[in-house]
């Protein structure tokens, strides 16, 4: 599909552009170049339960490498 855009300038479907990107793993709005919208409230909430998740499988020394991780990063502001 890639080489026939190239070659012909053909536009694809939107349905070939779906299957595309989901076989890529991304939006067709990423696909195609648009801007991402930002973040909703929603959209924050799974990152930080997702990040709180993750955290919580750390041994107490990786906890406290990621602590001063991001101690270094506040102070480095």
């Given amino acids: ?13 939107v349905e070939k ?12 709005s990423e696909l195609l ?5 930002p973040p909703t ?8 339960q997702d990040l709180i998740d993750r955290l919580c499988q750390l041994t107490p020394e990786d906890m406290a ?3 001063a991780f991001v101690q270094g990063l506040l102070a480095s502001r």
């Fill in 33 to 37: 170049g648009e801007e991402k919208a």
């Fill in 17 to 28: 552009m779906s299957l595309l990107a989901s076989y890529l793993g991304v939006t067709t």
């Fill in 1 to 13: 599909m890639v080489s026939a855009l190239k070659r012909q300038g053909v536009i694809p479907s």
């Fill in 41 to 48: 409230v929603a959209d924050e909430e799974h990152l930080n």
């Fill in 65 to 67: 490498k990621v602590d």
